[in-house]
């Protein structure tokens, strides 16, 4: 192939970057510029004592009906799958400033409880706790993962028919604290606020409608989109019903560095920063590709969460395009759980676009993470056959990877000497002279962010 002409690329994977070429003409969709916040420790420090329609931390501490050292306190925290800043030993980690303000209004540190708000996830590895908090956070202050098969949760009540259960102990703290991030979200429209509560520490049984078919099928649960959205309208009810005193969330620019600290109420703090992100992360392009080349970023821990970066080709490629999928799928479960593996058979057994209708059937008993598989069977759905997608990792074995929807990434390799730059260079070959069979000159396109950008036909 003549690749004279052909332009560099950077194109993130893990914590690195690989370097990789493609056509003159593929155009790179990247989203707007947003700058990293300058000196974010003041700017962090300045959003906790000005929030948004809420007292600071301190005024809701000091007003309570009891003295402030035997006020409990849950702060519900991201899982490995979303890259909040909270380290306590990094400029920009939002979570020690919260904890010094709790210890100054006189909430004392045993009385503090951190919860991992897992939903559905894995549990969280201690090296990662002590990664994402720093050493100091995690040695002195209780760290739980939340475990949504428990039957130590508290019912709630019955929401949309629902019997709600939520993590005792988040619920049974006198004070409630959420923190997140706030980006794109392809079921729920955006993540963080209401989501740290449900699905992120609600029982199973409150993910089965939360995730179920009729919600994941509905064209508005969409990303960045809140309009009736049932993912949306169902999470903010199940937070309202457990009352959330304060909500510390953030939004990260295209590099990944603090853009926004947007802090106070659960629901008038969060759409603050949704109104910030919707300016730059959206995509307006005027034509569907051909070829559409994209990455997992950091949400990628594993198969399941990629979904995430497939699902947001949809609206730009075309019927029968060809997508390159790159993802570092670095967890232990570097696919995902025993349910995930499961339903993703069922999928790959039936066929592009046919799993959704199969699990609304009467026979189809709900399974956790089908939700998923809901996702990608639209995705392929959309580009008609699985051999569209080629799927680039070195993370997942080569005889696991084939056993999933898509076309595996080290049909493009050597056994032997296997580099995913090399990988994905020849996955690009392929999907060029694959294309050029049906097009003269394919249009391709680049999304540099990955998941974290929503392209749209404007």
């Not at 050493?135 to 019955?158: A, M, V």
């Amino acid at each position: 192939m003549n690749t004279s002409g052909w332009k560099n690329i950077n194109l993130e994977y893990g914590k690195d970057f690989l370097q990789i070429r493609v056509p003159p003409r593929c155009d790179i969709l990247k989203m707007g510029d947003i700058p990293a916040l300058k000196n974010p420790e003041l700017q962090i420090e300045n959003a906790l004592s000005n929030p948004i329609e809420s007292p600071p931390i301190e005024d809701i501490i000091t007003s309570y009906k009891k003295s402030s050292s035997k006020i409990s306190t849950a702060i519900a925290v991201s899982d490995n799958t979303r890259p909040v800043p909270y380290s306590g030993e990094k400029e920009d980690g939002i979570l020690l400033p919260l904890l010094k303000r709790l210890k100054n209004a006189g909430v004392k540190d045993n009385n503090i409880k951190i919860i991992v708000g897992t939903g559905t996830h894995l549990p969280t590895s201690n090296e990662w706790k002590k990664e994402a908090f720093g050493k100091f956070i995690t040695d002195k202050y209780e760290i739980i993962d939340h475990d949504c098969t428990s039957s130590d949760l508290c019912y709630i009540g019955d929401i949309d028919g629902v019997s709600v259960k939520i993590n005792r102990q988040f619920l049974e703290a006198d004070i409630h604290i959420v923190t997140g991030l706030v980006e794109p979200h392809f079921m729920a429209g955006v993540s963080g606020g209401r989501k740290a509560i449900c699905p992120g520490l609600v029982n199973l049984e409150t993910t089965y409608l939360f995730h179920g078919a009729e919600f994941m099928d509905n064209p508005n649960a969409t990303n960045l989109n809140l309009k009736n959205n049932p993912c949306h309208d169902f999470a903010l009810k199940v937070a309202q019903k457990v009352r959330v005193d304060f909500n510390v969330n953030v939004i990260l620019n295209g590099e990944m560095k603090l853009a926004g600290v947007f802090v106070g109420d659960l629901e008038k703090a969060h759409l603050e920063a949704v109104k910030r992100i919707k300016k730059y992360a959206l995509i307006p392009v005027s034509n569907e590709y051909d070829i559409v080349l994209t990455q997992g970023g950091n949400v990628a821990v594993n198969h399941y969460q990629t979904a995430k970066a497939a699902y947001g080709t949809l609206p730009i490629i075309k019927r029968g395009g060809i997508v390159i999928l790159v993802a570092h799928n670095s967890d232990k479960e570097p696919i995902g759980k025993d349910d995930y593996k499961k339903v993703m058979k069922v999928l790959k057994k039936k066929g592009p676009g046919k799993f959704t209708e199969f699990i609304k059937s009467a026979n189809w008993q709900f399974v956790p993470d089908q939700w998923e598989a809901q996702k990608w069977d639209q995705f392929f759905r959309k580009i008609g056959s699985f051999d569209r997608l080629i799927y680039c990792t070195i993370n997942i074995n080569p005889e696991d990877l084939r056993k999933l929807p898509g076309k595996s990434g080290y049909d493009f390799v050597e056994r032997k000497n296997i580099k995913i730059d090399e990988m994905v260079q020849n996955a690009i070959f392929y999907a060029v002279d694959e294309m050029r069979q049906e097009v003269k000159e394919p249009k391709m396109a680049f999304v540099k962010e990955g998941p974290y950008a929503v392209p749209v036909i404007n």
